[in-house]
C-alpha cells in the first residue's frame, strides 16, 4: 500500500457518534464507581487502643514494649530469623528494618477505640474521652516529635444500631468539634463506623459527615471513612446480593476502606471460638467478596487479626509469632496490604512479614518493570496492568520502609514519580 494511499472504512462518522452517546451514561457511571486506588499511602496495619487507656504516650509506649519483647526473645537478627524461618541473608535486612521502624514509627495507623475495647461507661465518662482523644491527637501531630503519633490516627465509634446511635453520633460530634476547635482535623484522620448491616446505615454516616463539613465549612468530601465488616448481613443481602457493594456506593464517595473483622464475623456464622482465625474459610469467602466489590472503586481492603498474644515464656512468644508471621504473609499473598495488631507484640512479627514479604518481591518486580519499561519481553511477557502491580509493589515497599529509593532505582532505573505514573488513578 503506497505511503499515501486511503485506508478503507465504512462506517460513517454518524455511527460513531451514535455509540458515543449510547455510552456517555456508562462513561460517566464507570468514572463515578471506579476511579481507580487514590494512589495515597496505605498503613500496613491498624492498631486499636481503648479510648480510657490511649494518652499521649501510647505510640511509644507500644514500640518500646515492642522493642523489648525483641530484646528478650530474639536479641539479633539470627535469632529472629531461626523463629521466623528466614534465610541469613534475609534476616540481617530484615531485622535491622523492624528495629529502625520500631524505634522511628512503631505504629503506622492508630485507632482509639470507643466500641468493643473500650467497654460499658457513662455518658459522663465517655464524653470526657472523646475531648481528651481530641486533645491528645493535636498534641501529638502537632509536637512533631518521631515515634510519638502515628501517620494515621482516628477513632472507632460505636455503630449506628439504635441502641446505642445516639452515644455513636455525640461521640463523633466531640472528637472532630475537638479536632476542628484545637487547630483542624489532621491529614491522617480516619474514623471507623463497626457493626455495620446495612448500606443505609452507610448513607447515615455519610450524612453525618456531610453536616459537619457544612458547619464547619469544609470542602465536600473532606470527612472519609472506613466500613466494618463483622456480619453476614454486610456480605450477602437477603435477594442474594453483595451488600458490601451497595455500602460503598452509599457512602457516595467517603468510603475509604473495608476492614474485616475476625471474631465478630465467625461468630456471626457460627464458628467455634476455638477455629475463629482470619484464615478459616469463612473469613476467606467474606474478603474475597470485600475485594471484590472493593476493586476499582479506590476502597482499600483490611484483613484482620489474631487474637494469640506473643506473652508469656520465651517459646511460647516464638510459637504466636510464628502464627502472626504466618498469617500476615498469607494476608499479604491474598493482596490484603493491612491487618489489624492487637498487641505491642505483634509489631515485630508485622513489620517483619511485611519487609521479608517486599525484600524478596523487590529484585523479580524490579527486573520484570524495567524489562517491561525497555520492552523487552525476557522469560515473562508483561501487560500494562501487570506493569502497575509491579509498581504498586515497590511503592508499597517504599511507604512502609522495607524498601529504600536508592536501591528501587538503581535496579529499575525508575524515580518514585515514574512509579506512581504506572499506578495513576484512572483518568
Known amino acids: 500500500m503506497g505511503q499515501h494511499e486511503k485506508i478503507a472504512t465504512s462506517l460513517p462518522a454518524a455511527v460513531t457518534e451514535a455509540v458515543g452517546a449510547s455510552l456517555a451514561g456508562v462513561d460517566a457511571e464507570l468514572?463515578?464507581?471506579?476511579?481507580?486506588?487514590?494512589?495515597?499511602?496505605?498503613?500496613?496495619?491498624?492498631?486499636?487502643?481503648?479510648?480510657?487507656?490511649?494518652?499521649?504516650?501510647?505510640?511509644?509506649?507500644?514500640?518500646d514494649q515492642a522493642l523489648a519483647a525483641l530484646d528478650e526473645h530474639a536479641p539479633d537478627a539470627a535469632a529472629l530469623g531461626r523463629v521466623l524461618g528466614l534465610p541469613d541473608a534475609l534476616a540481617g535486612p530484615v531485622y535491622e528494618r523492624v528495629r529502625d521502624k520500631l524505634t522511628r514509627e512503631p505504629v503506622e495507623d492508630l485507632r482509639i477505640d470507643f466500641e468493643d475495647g473500650y467497654g460499658p461507661h457513662s455518658d459522663e465518662e465517655e464524653d470526657e474521652a472523646a475531648a481528651r482523644a481530641a486533645r491528645i491527637v493535636q498534641e501529638t501531630y502537632s509536637g512533631g516529635t518521631p515515634g510519638t503519633s502515628a501517620p494515621y490516627t482516628g477513632i472507632r465509634m460505636k455503630c449506628l444500631e439504635a441502641a446505642v446511635r445516639d452515644r455513636a453520633i455525640r461521640t463523633l460530634d466531640i472528637f472532630l468539634s475537638g479536632l476542628m476547635t484545637g487547630g483542624g482535623l489532621p491529614d491522617g484522620l480516619v474514623l471507623t463506623l463497626p457493626k455495620v448491616t446495612y448500606a443505609e446505615q452507610v448513607a447515615a454516616m455519610a450524612s453525618l459527615a456531610g453536616e459537619f463539613e457544612r458547619v464547619y465549612g469544609l470542602a465536600p468530601g473532606r470527612i472519609g471513612f472506613?466500613?466494618?465488616?463483622?456480619?453476614?448481613?454486610?456480605?450477602?443481602?437477603?435477594?442474594?446480593?453483595?451488600?458490601?457493594?451497595?455500602?460503598?456506593?452509599?457512602?457516595?464517595?467517603?468510603?475509604?476502606?473495608?476492614?474485616?473483622?475476625?471474631?465478630?464475623?465467625?461468630a456471626c456464622v457460627g464458628v467455634s471460638a476455638a477455629y475463629q482465625a482470619s484464615d478459616h474459610p469463612a473469613a476467606d469467602h467474606a474478603k474475597a467478596v470485600m475485594q471484590v466489590a472493593a476493586a476499582g472503586t479506590g476502597v482499600r481492603v483490611?484483613?484482620?487479626?489474631?487474637?494469640?498474644?506473643?506473652?508469656?515464656?520465651?517459646?511460647?512468644?516464638?510459637?504466636?509469632?510464628?502464627?502472626?508471621?504466618?498469617?500476615?504473609?498469607?494476608?499479604?499473598?491474598?493482596?490484603?496490604?493491612?491487618?489489624?495488631?492487637?498487641?505491642?507484640?505483634?509489631?515485630?512479627?508485622?513489620?517483619?512479614?511485611?519487609y521479608a514479604f517486599y525484600r524478596e518481591g523487590l529484585e523479580p518486580a524490579a527486573a520484570r518493570l524495567a524489562a517491561y519499561v525497555a520492552r523487552t519481553a525476557g522469560s515473562v511477557m508483561d501487560e500494562p496492568a501487570t506493569a502497575k502491580a509491579l509498581s504498586g509493589h515497590l511503592l508499597r515497599g517504599l511507604d512502609c520502609g522495607a524498601l529504600d529509593p536508592t536501591e528501587v532505582t538503581r535496579l529499575t532505573g525508575l524515580t518514585r514519580a515514574d512509579l506512581e505514573s504506572f499506578t495513576a488513578p484512572r483518568g
Open 31 to 63: 468514572a463515578r464507581r471506579y476511579p481507580g486506588d487514590p494512589g495515597t499511602r496505605q498503613p500496613v496495619h491498624t492498631v486499636y487502643v481503648p479510648a480510657d487507656a490511649y494518652t499521649a504516650g501510647t505510640v511509644r509506649s507500644w514500640g
Open 226 to 266: 472506613e466500613i466494618q465488616i463483622e456480619t453476614s448481613q454486610a456480605i450477602l443481602a437477603p435477594d442474594g446480593t453483595a451488600t458490601v457493594a451497595r455500602m460503598i456506593d452509599a457512602a457516595g464517595g467517603r468510603a475509604t476502606g473495608l476492614h474485616y473483622g475476625t471474631f465478630d464475623y465467625s
Open 302 to 354: 483490611s484483613d484482620g487479626s489474631t487474637n494469640v498474644l506473643p506473652v508469656g515464656s520465651t517459646p511460647q512468644v516464638h510459637e504466636a509469632w510464628r502464627l502472626h508471621y504466618g498469617l500476615t504473609r498469607r494476608a499479604l499473598a491474598r493482596a490484603y496490604y493491612q491487618g489489624w495488631d492487637m498487641h505491642p507484640g505483634h509489631l515485630p512479627t508485622r513489620y517483619a512479614a511485611v
